[in-house]
Each structure stands twice: as structure tokens, then as C-alpha cells.
């Protein structure tokens, strides 16, 4: 199935419904803050596990107490996508539990 970039309009009706959440070159991404470097590990842990499940994969990276999502599709041509906005979703329901904000 071919994924469909999604509008600059879409883009940004989308991400009103994801606080912490921004478009910046071709890209959406966030920015978790964490009470610890082993909690934020196991943010990592956890969105991997739903990328896998989902198929659809971040550039994920873990700081010493963040984690940054940044994603786009690659079989879009590296355009954002409902697969982006459904991983954002997915992570933004998972984040809580870990205590990050
Ligand atoms: C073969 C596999 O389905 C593809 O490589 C998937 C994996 N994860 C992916 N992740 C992202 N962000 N974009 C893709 O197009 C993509 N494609």
C-alpha cells in the first residue's frame, strides 16, 4: 500500500491534536523529557517494541534523560504520513506510564 504524503494543512490540524509535538523539515518529531537515564532507556525499549509492531520505525535517540522521536516515510519519499501520526499516537499513550513529559 502506498502511503500518501499528507498536506501542510493535514500537517498541521494533525499536530494541534499532539502538544510537544512539531513539523520541521519534512519531519515531525518530539522531545521526552524522563527522571532518569535507565527510565528513558526504557521508553526506548518500549516505543522500539511498537515500531516493530506497527512496522514503521523513528529515528530514536536516548540522552541522558530524553528521548527524541523523529519520523518521517521513506516510502513516501521521506514525506509525513498518517503512519507518522499513528506512531506519535501510540507513543504519546505509552510516554505517561513511564513518567516522562
Ligand atoms: C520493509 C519494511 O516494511 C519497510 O522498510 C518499512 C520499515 N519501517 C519504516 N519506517 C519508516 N519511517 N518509513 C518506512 O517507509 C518504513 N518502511
Known sequence: MAAEPLSQKEIEDRLRE???WAFEEDRIHRTYRLGSHVAA??????????QDELDHHSDLTLGY???RLSVNTHSAGNAVTEADFTLAERVEALAPAHGAH
Open 41 to 50: 532507556s526504557a521508553l526506548v525499549a518500549h516505543v522500539a517494541a511498537v
Open 18 to 20: 499532539l502538544p510537544g
Open 65 to 67: 534523560n530524553t528521548v
